[in-house]
């Protein structure tokens, strides 16, 4: 069997996301297929500049295929076309737009799909939202499997991704509360199931290395991830501010990523920076909590990884599927607000008498449905199916000239907004 896994950008050194997310399900499908990976010689997500040559080269032994990116995102135009399809009503020529704003723009990456569709079994496409999954599905829906990626946020409301999550030969879901999402503004029915990913555990982490290479002497709470006011850290930071004006025997807050966002001087909050794998989980093991602070998840991988290591979590409740993945595992607390974010930290203290056991639930969770073994299965026993189920055709087509640029298409942010909230606990 012949997999592509097509993704926005592609390299050892990203380290988190969706990327790292399509990173380990190649390099895990490797061990059971032929498998390429497909994408851009984009590197930064947010101006898409090309910075890899394109060709290829072998990443941890997966062949890697990239293609140049035609056009830097600008900005401000994106954010002004965001704004329009987000927020009013507007055309499906305002939706392009805005995909085309986007990017990466590849189109080279998209005729390199069409011209080799017959010699491939299936093309694994990561993230709904941008230019290569849009154009990609379309180009090759019968061998299209889609990981969506999707969180609840307004681009899961723009009408034209309807055709895409309907089209596509199956959905591999990163979540109960993702699957619901989709399902309700698509109307899909195809196959799909809720898969997720694993992650890379070490055997045997040894927190007292990231103690004394650190100099971390006190008890602590761990937020691992990029430091960005779109992934809550603001509010992290107030609330953890707060917290230890009022307990000044608490938990310390160490934060280990990529800084968008400056972090404040403070003696109890300290920033390792960007850390290598080995550092990265000797941290999490030597913490007594993981806070993941942010509104809009498809999947938090750093959660699933802190169970895996016997870590309690403790989650912004106000993203469905943080609050989710938290009562399905019986692995933490979730807050939605300062008070319970306080409380709960407190409780969740390595001294205390919950943080064992909400860890020691987290790592039978995660063993029980997020182990290599059980997403490896997952992932081949829909390419059996697939290959077994007669495709369902093309996808609906894209509206002529005069019906693309009729303002009948009401805010994205709308549409999501009408979905019923919350987590899926069943």
């Known amino acids: 069997m012949k997999l592509a896994v097509v993704v926005q950008r592609y390299g050892a ?17 490797a061990q059971h297929a032929q498998v390429e990976v497909l994408t851009t010689c984009a590197r930064d997500y947010i101006t898409w500049k090309n910075e890899w040559p394109p060709g290829e080269e072998r990443i941890n032994g997966v062949r890697v295929r990239r293609f140049a990116v035609s056009k830097p995102r600008d900005p401000h135009d994106f954010g002004r076309r965001s704004h329009l399809v987000f927020e009013r009503p507007h055309s499906v020529a305002d939706e392009l737009a805005w995909l085309d704003s986007e990017g990466p723009t590849s189109p080279d990456l998209v005729r390199h799909l069409a011209r080799t569709e017959a010699e491939v079994d299936f093309f694994v496409f990561f993230s709904y939202r941008y230019y290569h999954s849009w154009h990609g599905i379309r180009a090759v829906p ?26 596509a030969r ?21 196959p799909g199931v809720v898969v997720g990913v694993g992650s890379e555990i070490p055997d045997q982490p040894q927190p007292g ?18 430091i960005d006011e779109n992934k809550g850290c603001r509010e992290l930071f107030d609330y953890f501010g707060r917290y ?21 001087v403070h003696p109890r909050i300290r920033y390792t920076g960007f850390l290598s794998d080995e550092d990265k989980f000797d941290a999490i093991a030597a913490s007594d909590v993981l806070v993941m602070p942010s509104r809009y998840e498809s999947l938090s991988m750093v959660a699933l990884e802190a169970w895996a290591l ?15 993945q938290v009562i399905r595992g019986n692995g933490g607390l979730y807050y939605e607000s300062f008070e319970e974010f306080a409380e709960a930290l407190y409780a969740l203290e390595g001294a205390g008498p919950i943080g064992g056991p909400f860890g020691r639930n987290g790592r039978e969770f995660f063993r029980r449905h997020y182990a290599w073994p059980v997403i490896e299965r997952k ?8 290959k077994r189920e007669p495709a369902a055709g093309a996808l609906d087509p894209v509206p002529g000239w005069m019906a693309r640029r009729k303002r009948d298409r009401p805010p994205a942010a709308a549409v999501v907004d009408a979905v019923k909230a919350g987590p899926v606990v069943h």
């Open 13 to 29: 050194d990203i380290n988190g996301g969706a990327e790292l997310h399509a990173r380990y399900i190649a390099e895990h499908l």
């Open 142 to 167: 019968d061998k299209a499997v889609l990981v969506p990626t999707a969180e609840r946020d307004p681009a899961a409301g723009v009408s034209i991704f309807g055709p895409v999550f309907r089209g």
């Open 170 to 190: 199956a959905l591999m879901f990163n979540s109960f509360e993702e699957r619901a999402l989709i399902e309700a503004v698509s109307g899909r029915t195809g």
């Open 209 to 226: 290395r990231f103690r004394k290479k650190f100099d971390v002497r006190r008890p602590f709470a761990i937020y691992v991830g990029r």
């Open 244 to 264: 230890a004006t009022m307990n000044p025997r608490g938990l310390d807050l160490v934060l280990v990523g990529s800084r968008v966002l400056d972090v404040p």
């Open 310 to 324: 016997g870590r309690p979590v403790l989650a912004n409740g106000q993203c469905d599927v943080l609050r989710g």
């Open 379 to 386: 992932y081949l026993e829909m390419f059996d199916r697939l």
